[in-house]
């Protein structure tokens, strides 16, 4: 693959070697398509996951990354533990970093 790209740009006529800017110039722009479409979005869903995680309250319905819903009905700012209503008289205990998302009410 390196070899198409350095053999897209032609060698100059004179016999000097090219120019070192327009040789990496593709990489760099491979480098922030790949940050602007990729790594970024990635950075921000994570940001407003922590977020999410940080201001959820007793009596909020979630959804945990397996799947199961329940309410909270335990919770503490230190522990990294919440305590899920899942049936009647179902309590589960989930870390907080299984909540995959709230459920709107």
């Known amino acids: 693959m390196i070899q198409w790209l350095l053999a897209m740009a032609p060698p100059p006529a004179d016999g000097s070697s090219p120019n070192p800017i327009l040789t990496f110039l593709p990489f760099v722009l491979m480098i922030v398509v790949v940050w602007f479409l990729l790594i970024r979005p990635q950075r921000k869903r994570a940001k407003e996951h922590t977020t999410m995680l940080g201001a959820l309250q007793k009596g909020d319905k ?4 397996s799947g199961m819903l329940g309410t909270i009905v335990g919770i503490s700012d230190g522990d990294p533990v919440v305590v899920l209503k899942v049936g009647d008289d179902t ?3 989930f870390l907080k970093t299984a909540i995959a998302g ?3 009410k």
């Open 62 to 65: 979630v959804v945990t990354n």
């Open 91 to 93: 309590k589960v205990e």
């Open 102 to 104: 709230k459920m709107d």
